[in-house]
């Protein structure tokens, strides 16, 4: 460690400060000690500082932001992720990586009365095809003749794919449709081995069977002040940039905690009309922070559903046979979630999830992502900004599951076939 004195502030600012190796600094004139660290570690870790392994394979937390010094990391380290949130001895970590996955991506329907007596019986189906658009039902009826669950369904799947042939589908669309047997729950179900519109989920004939028990709500919970609009805020910035012209511009005096929409910049800034605003918050994102912020932590809404950890234990390694052969995971994001390991207790399979809102909660505050903000550039990993349309474990309903979203800033949802950023989280706790 370098030993460095400097007759002023000024000369020790001017300096060029060492970047293989922690420096101590004495300003002569008041005595200050700095010290510049280069990747120093903790065992206090806070937001923004690094998770690595060492070279026996245990957590170990380096000091972030200017502290962190990629180049000069031993080559025996393993790069894990950073610090999101610290309570007590729980300390949130944020995988390094991230990738945009679609929450589901099959559809499936139970056929549930099949006579399988050997005599010749009608079936009629109604499915979305997205011919000519996926607000069309195309009725399907079909002869069968079965003893078996398997002949029951080898008969729908070939009555499908001639309604497709008739319609003059794609080869593709034709090959994601069939039925098959689900022995154990004596019934066919009948699938498209594919999502790739909201109204996947309309049939007739046929129960959806697509989320099992999975739950949902359509509740996002309160904002700060305890109201329940729409608007809830999960990063600030982010939100006073997009309500700053596209709020609401008030013809009536605007009062406190209004169960309105956000008003705009320009009229917050300079309109009659909110003059009490102006007078209580000074500045408009300060007006964001403390009327619409997403109120955390609480037990309302989307935040009385199983955690995030809860529902990728349960569902993400949930497979679905497919046409070709094979199987496929139905939920990609949660299965994105779960599927990340360094080999070792707490950061191992079963360990790592999809964040759900909670997290999400304390991941997107505008102080937490400063935090993270420089200890990721310099480590040269997928960035975590407030513009990233980000996927939460959580359903709202049959067709949409809870979201950050990129533009608004706000806890949204979104369509389950979209493809968002999903990062996975664990939790570890420190002695």
Not at 25 to 43: A, K, Q
Not at 135 to 153: N, R
Not at 411 to 431: H, M
């Amino acid at each position: 460690m370098a030993i460095k004195s400097y007759n002023n502030k000024a000369a020790y600012e001017a300096a060029v400060k060492p970047t293989t190796e922690s420096q101590v600094s004495m300003i002569e004139t008041t005595r200050e000690i700095i010290v510049d660290g280069v990747n120093v570690v903790t065992t206090q870790p806070t937001v923004g500082d690094v998770v690595f392994l060492d070279d026996q394979s245990k957590v170990i937390y380096v000091k972030g932001g200017a502290w962190i010094q990629k180049a000069t990391i031993p080559a025996a380290w393993t790069h894990v992720g950073y610090v999101y949130f610290r309570k007590g001895k729980q300390v949130g970590v944020i995988h390094k990586t991230g990738a945009d996955q679609k929450y589901l991506d099959v559809s499936q329907f139970a056929w549930t009365d099949a006579v399988l007596d050997g005599e010749e019986h009608s079936k009629t189906i109604g499915l979305r095809f997205g011919i000519p658009n996926w607000d069309t039902t195309t009725s399907i009826t079909f002869t069968y003749t079965a003893t078996t669950l398997a002949e029951a369904a080898a008969a729908c799947t070939a009555a499908i794919e001639a309604k497709l042939a008739e319609l003059e589908a794609s080869a593709t669309t034709i090959a994601q449709w069939w039925a098959y047997a689900d022995a154990e729950n004596s019934r066919v179900i009948v699938q498209r081995d594919a999502c790739t519109d909201y109204r996947f989920y309309n049939c007739s004939g046929l129960t959806h069977i697509t989320w099992g028990d999975m739950p949902t709500t359509d509740k996002n919970g309160f904002r700060v002040n305890g109201r329940m609009t729409d608007q809830k805020i999960m990063n600030d910035a982010r939100g006073a940039a997009y309500y700053s012209t596209n709020g609401a511009t008030p013809a009536a005096d605007v009062p406190l905690n209004a169960a309105g929409t956000i008003v705009k910049k320009d009229a917050f800034d300079t309109s009659p009309y909110c003059q009490l605003l102006r007078d209580t918050y000074g500045t408009y994102q300060e007006y964001i922070h403390r009327e619409y912020r997403l109120q955390y932590p609480q037990k309302l809404g989307v935040f009385s559903l199983p955690s995030g950890k809860e529902l990728t234990a349960k569902y993400a390694l949930m497979t679905a046979p497919t046409k070709p052969g094979g199987t496929k995971y139905k939920y990609p994001a949660l299965y994105y979630g779960y599927n990340k390991s360094f080999g070792v207790v707490g950061l191992d399979f079963g360990d790592w999830y999809l964040p759900g809102v909670a997290e999400g909660a304390m991941l997107m505050r505008d102080e937490t992502l400063a935090a993270l903000s420089l200890s990721i550039s310099k480590m040269g990993t997928t960035t975590i900004n407030n513009s990233t349309t980000r996927w939460f474990a959580q359903r709202y309903n049959v067709y949409r599951t809870w979201i950050f979203n990129g533009t608004y800033g706000n806890l949204n949802y979104s369509y389950v076939y979209n493809a968002f950023r999903c990062q996975a989280v664990a939790l570890l706790e420190i002695e």
